[in-house]
């Protein structure tokens, strides 16, 4: 039976590798996806998709503001990922309507 403290368990966000201080993984303004947790004697934090507002690079923190509201100081980058939604621009696709030739469509 595992214990409490089994660190053998899989993270699902895991934490980029930095190469130095100089080039931290997350930058201000970036979006992540900042897990769900709890700790004893705190209140559960609900966590979800966010913009970064600061990074400590020596504390190995940040700060997000959420999208849906409210803010989270001091979240520990083993809890953020990059959200893997925030890739790009999306695609534009033609309309399945459309038939190239005709005039219809629009008013007049």
């Known amino acids: ?8 368990a899989e993270f ?9 201080e100089a080039d931290p ?7 992540v996806s900042v897990a ?3 700790v004893v004697g ?8 966010g913009k970064i507002t600061r990074v400590d690079v020596p504390a190995r923190t ?6 849906l509201g409210g803010r989270e100081r001091d979240v520990g980058w083993e809890h953020v ?9 999306r695609k534009k696709a033609a309309p399945t309507n459309f038939v190239p030739g005709e005039g219809g469509g629009g008013r007049r």
């Open 81 to 89: 990922s990059r959200d893997p939604y925030a890739t790009g621009a």
């Open 1 to 8: 039976m595992p214990s409490y403290c089994d660190r053998s």
């Open 42 to 49: 705190k209140p559960p934090k609900d966590g979800g998709v």
């Open 25 to 31: 993984p997350f930058a201000v303004g970036a979006l």
């Open 36 to 38: 769900a947790r709890m």
């Open 62 to 67: 940040l700060d997000v503001r959420y999208v």
């Open 12 to 20: 699902i966000f895991d934490p980029p590798a930095m190469t130095s």
